[in-house]
Protein backbone atom coordinates (compact mmCIF):
# COMPACT_ATOMS: atom_id res chain seq x y z
CA UNK A 1 0.00 0.00 0.00
CA UNK A 2 1.14 3.56 -0.44
CA UNK A 3 1.08 6.42 1.96
CA UNK A 4 -0.92 9.46 0.47
CA UNK A 5 -1.06 11.86 3.48
CA UNK A 6 1.02 11.41 6.81
CA UNK A 7 0.22 9.11 9.69
CA UNK A 8 1.44 9.41 12.91
CA UNK A 9 2.48 6.12 14.74
CA UNK A 10 3.45 6.37 18.46
CA UNK A 11 4.92 3.42 20.62
CA UNK A 12 4.95 3.05 23.91
CA UNK A 13 8.02 1.43 25.60
CA UNK A 14 6.93 -0.78 28.74
CA UNK A 15 10.73 -1.26 29.29
CA UNK A 16 12.20 0.73 32.40
CA UNK A 17 15.69 -1.50 31.98
CA UNK A 18 18.88 0.69 30.47
CA UNK A 19 19.54 -0.83 27.45
CA UNK A 20 16.30 -2.08 26.99
CA UNK A 21 15.90 -4.90 24.22
CA UNK A 22 12.13 -3.97 24.04
CA UNK A 23 13.10 -0.23 23.52
CA UNK A 24 15.24 -1.06 21.00
CA UNK A 25 13.22 -3.40 18.86
CA UNK A 26 10.20 -0.73 19.56
CA UNK A 27 13.01 1.96 17.61
CA UNK A 28 13.06 -0.46 14.93
CA UNK A 29 9.49 -0.92 14.30
CA UNK A 30 8.95 2.57 14.51
CA UNK A 31 12.45 3.76 11.78
CA UNK A 32 10.23 1.15 9.34
CA UNK A 33 7.24 3.41 9.57
CA UNK A 34 9.31 6.27 9.30
CA UNK A 35 10.19 4.97 5.52
CA UNK A 36 6.59 4.62 5.15
CA UNK A 37 6.36 8.13 5.75
CA UNK A 38 4.77 8.68 8.85
CA UNK A 39 5.71 11.25 11.48
CA UNK A 40 6.44 8.90 15.09
CA UNK A 41 6.41 9.28 18.71
CA UNK A 42 8.06 7.57 21.04
CA UNK A 43 6.81 7.26 24.16
CA UNK A 44 9.77 5.77 27.20
CA UNK A 45 7.65 5.15 30.20
CA UNK A 46 10.60 5.60 32.32
CA UNK A 47 10.92 9.53 31.43
CA UNK A 48 6.99 10.03 32.77
CA UNK A 49 5.89 9.97 36.13
CA UNK A 50 2.72 7.77 36.35
CA UNK A 51 1.91 6.99 39.75
CA UNK A 52 -0.34 3.31 40.30
CA UNK A 53 -3.48 4.09 38.81
CA UNK A 54 -6.27 5.52 40.74
CA UNK A 55 -9.76 6.37 39.56
CA UNK A 56 -10.29 9.19 41.76
CA UNK A 57 -6.76 10.53 40.19
CA UNK A 58 -7.09 10.81 36.52
CA UNK A 59 -5.13 13.57 36.35
CA UNK A 60 -1.53 12.30 38.60
CA UNK A 61 1.96 13.42 37.35
CA UNK A 62 2.17 12.49 33.27
CA UNK A 63 -1.10 11.19 32.55
CA UNK A 64 -2.76 13.79 30.94
CA UNK A 65 0.47 14.34 28.68
CA UNK A 66 0.31 10.57 28.04
CA UNK A 67 -3.24 10.48 26.63
CA UNK A 68 -2.86 13.65 24.54
CA UNK A 69 0.19 11.55 23.00
CA UNK A 70 -1.50 8.49 22.22
CA UNK A 71 -5.37 10.39 21.47
CA UNK A 72 -2.84 12.30 18.77
CA UNK A 73 -1.54 8.56 17.04
CA UNK A 74 -3.45 7.15 14.27
CA UNK A 75 -2.00 4.01 15.14
CA UNK A 76 -0.28 2.64 18.65
CA UNK A 77 2.50 0.18 18.84
CA UNK A 78 2.84 -1.33 22.65
CA UNK A 79 6.09 -2.92 23.34
CA UNK A 80 6.67 -4.69 26.69
CA UNK A 81 9.17 -7.40 28.47
CA UNK A 82 7.83 -10.35 29.51
CA UNK A 83 7.16 -10.53 33.44
CA UNK A 84 5.82 -13.63 35.23
CA UNK A 85 3.90 -14.62 32.05
CA UNK A 86 2.28 -11.07 31.45
CA UNK A 87 3.27 -7.70 29.93
CA UNK A 88 4.69 -5.00 32.56
CA UNK A 89 3.12 -3.41 35.00
CA UNK A 90 4.47 0.33 33.66
CA UNK A 91 2.86 -0.36 30.73
CA UNK A 92 -0.54 -1.54 32.75
CA UNK A 93 -0.52 1.46 34.89
CA UNK A 94 0.00 3.17 31.15
CA UNK A 95 -3.08 1.74 30.16
CA UNK A 96 -5.33 1.98 33.29
CA UNK A 97 -4.72 5.61 32.85
CA UNK A 98 -6.25 5.74 29.08
CA UNK A 99 -9.23 4.71 27.81
CA UNK A 100 -11.81 4.58 24.83
CA UNK A 101 -10.92 8.15 23.93
CA UNK A 102 -7.18 6.85 23.17
CA UNK A 103 -8.05 3.75 21.76
CA UNK A 104 -11.19 3.24 20.17
CA UNK A 105 -10.83 2.37 16.50
CA UNK A 106 -7.25 2.89 16.47
CA UNK A 107 -4.89 0.55 14.98
CA UNK A 108 -2.72 -1.50 17.75
CA UNK A 109 0.70 -3.21 17.06
CA UNK A 110 1.96 -5.46 19.45
CA UNK A 111 5.67 -6.69 20.17
CA UNK A 112 6.73 -8.37 23.58
CA UNK A 113 10.68 -9.35 24.15
CA UNK A 114 11.55 -12.06 26.95
CA UNK A 115 14.82 -13.31 28.25
CA UNK A 116 13.71 -16.98 28.05
CA UNK A 117 10.83 -18.71 26.05
CA UNK A 118 8.14 -17.18 23.56
CA UNK A 119 6.92 -13.99 25.35
CA UNK A 120 2.78 -15.66 23.80
CA UNK A 121 1.24 -15.06 26.95
CA UNK A 122 2.22 -11.41 27.43
CA UNK A 123 1.02 -10.46 23.75
CA UNK A 124 -2.02 -11.99 24.16
CA UNK A 125 -2.83 -10.46 27.41
CA UNK A 126 -2.10 -6.81 25.24
CA UNK A 127 -4.48 -8.62 22.65
CA UNK A 128 -7.15 -8.55 25.15
CA UNK A 129 -6.31 -5.08 26.66
CA UNK A 130 -6.18 -3.60 23.36
CA UNK A 131 -9.98 -4.95 22.25
CA UNK A 132 -11.54 -4.40 25.30
CA UNK A 133 -10.69 -0.90 24.32
CA UNK A 134 -12.12 -1.57 21.02
CA UNK A 135 -9.15 -0.77 18.74
CA UNK A 136 -8.38 -2.60 15.84
CA UNK A 137 -5.43 -4.85 16.70
CA UNK A 138 -2.83 -5.92 14.11
CA UNK A 139 -2.88 -9.71 13.46
CA UNK A 140 0.69 -9.20 12.82
CA UNK A 141 3.02 -9.27 16.24
CA UNK A 142 6.43 -9.45 17.23
CA UNK A 143 8.03 -11.89 19.78
CA UNK A 144 11.30 -11.87 20.79
CA UNK A 145 12.58 -14.70 22.63
CA UNK A 146 15.78 -15.45 24.48
CA UNK A 147 16.86 -11.89 23.68
CA UNK A 148 20.54 -12.27 25.34
CA UNK A 149 21.18 -14.37 22.39
CA UNK A 150 19.04 -12.41 19.61
CA UNK A 151 21.02 -9.17 19.99
CA UNK A 152 24.28 -8.84 19.56
CA UNK A 153 26.37 -5.54 21.09
CA UNK A 154 22.66 -3.84 21.02
CA UNK A 155 21.98 -4.91 17.77
CA UNK A 156 19.29 -7.59 16.60
CA UNK A 157 21.16 -9.93 14.74
CA UNK A 158 18.31 -12.52 13.48
CA UNK A 159 16.94 -11.26 10.23
CA UNK A 160 13.78 -13.26 10.25
CA UNK A 161 13.17 -11.16 13.36
CA UNK A 162 14.03 -7.65 11.88
CA UNK A 163 12.09 -8.36 8.69
CA UNK A 164 8.95 -8.74 10.88
CA UNK A 165 9.89 -5.81 13.08
CA UNK A 166 9.62 -3.58 9.55
CA UNK A 167 6.64 -5.98 8.65
CA UNK A 168 5.03 -4.36 11.67
CA UNK A 169 6.06 -0.82 11.19
CA UNK A 170 4.85 -0.68 7.86
CA UNK A 171 1.46 -2.09 8.97
CA UNK A 172 1.21 0.51 11.40
CA UNK A 173 1.00 2.92 8.55
CA UNK A 174 -0.83 0.73 5.85
CA UNK A 175 -3.86 0.26 8.41
CA UNK A 176 -3.45 3.41 10.62
CA UNK A 177 -6.79 4.69 10.74
CA UNK A 178 -8.81 0.99 9.75
CA UNK A 179 -12.57 1.73 10.02
CA UNK A 180 -13.36 -1.76 8.79
CA UNK A 181 -10.84 -5.05 8.18
CA UNK A 182 -10.23 -4.93 4.38
CA UNK A 183 -11.96 -7.53 2.08
CA UNK A 184 -10.15 -10.56 2.21
CA UNK A 185 -9.23 -11.50 -1.34
CA UNK A 186 -10.76 -13.82 -3.42
CA UNK A 187 -8.26 -16.49 -2.70
CA UNK A 188 -8.41 -16.74 0.90
CA UNK A 189 -12.56 -16.35 0.82
CA UNK A 190 -14.22 -19.45 2.58
CA UNK A 191 -16.08 -21.17 0.11
CA UNK A 192 -19.81 -21.58 0.84
CA UNK A 193 -22.40 -24.54 0.00
CA UNK A 194 -23.99 -24.59 -2.76
Known amino acids: MEVTDSKHVVAVCGSQRDGSYTHRALRRA ?13 IDLSELELPLFDPDRTDAGDADSLRRRIRRADAVLLGTPMYHGSYSSPLKTALDYCGFDEFEETTVGLLAVSGGGFPTPALEH ?25 FEDGELTDEGLLERLEALGGQLVDYANVESYPDAPAACAVPTAD
Not at 30 to 42: I, K, M, P, S
Request: proline share 5%.
Open 30 to 42: LTAAEVRGAETDF
Open 126 to 150: LRSVARELDAWVLPTQVAIPDSHSA
